[in-house]
C-alpha cells in the first residue's frame, strides 16, 4: 500500500494550491486521513484530519482557508489551501490508517506519503 501526495509548488502569498493524496494497493478501507506539515527546523505538525465519514478537524492557524476532503471511491484526500501565507509554507505530508485484508483477516496500520513542498513567497 502507498500514499502518494501531489500538487505543491511556489505560490505569492494570498494564493492558492490544491494538494492531492492518492492511495494505492491492496486496500480494503481507509479510516481517518490527515494532513501534515513540516516547516524547516521546526517539528511536524497536524494541520487536518478528516474520519471516514467526513468529520473534520483543523489547527487554528488555517481555519476559514484551508478545506480537507476526500473522495472515498476514489481512496483520494485533498486539500484545499487559500489566502496561503508565508508562515503556511512547508513539506506537507499526508497520513492514512489503512486497513488491508489478507488470508481473510483485517489488519490496520498507519502510512505515510513522501511529501509535497509548498513554498510561499513574492
Known amino acids: 500500500v502507498q500514499l502518494q501526495a501531489s500538487g505543491g509548488g511556489l505560490v505569492q502569498p494570498g494564493g492558492s494550491l490544491i494538494l492531492s493524496c492518492v492511495a494505492s494497493g491492496n486496500i480494503f478501507r481507509i479510516n481517518d486521513m490527515g494532513w501534515y506539515r513540516q516547516a524547516p527546523g521546526k517539528q511536524r505538525e497536524l494541520v487536518a484530519t478528516?474520519?471516514?465519514?467526513?468529520?473534520?478537524r483543523y489547527i487554528d492557524s488555517v481555519k476559514d482557508r484551508f478545506t480537507i476532503s476526500r473522495d472515498n471511491a476514489k481512496n483520494t484526500m485533498y486539500l484545499h489551501m487559500n489566502s496561503l501565507k508565508p508562515e503556511d509554507a512547508a513539506v506537507y505530508y499526508c497520513?492514512?490508517?489503512?486497513?488491508?485484508?489478507?488470508?481473510?483477516?483485517?489488519?490496520?496500520?498507519?502510512?505515510w506519503g513522501q511529501g509535497t513542498l509548498v513554498t510561499v513567497s513574492s
Open positions: 497520513n492514512a490508517d489503512i486497513v488491508t485484508m489478507s488470508l481473510d483477516q483485517l489488519h490496520e496500520f498507519n502510512s
Open positions: 478528516i474520519t471516514s465519514g467526513g468529520r473534520t
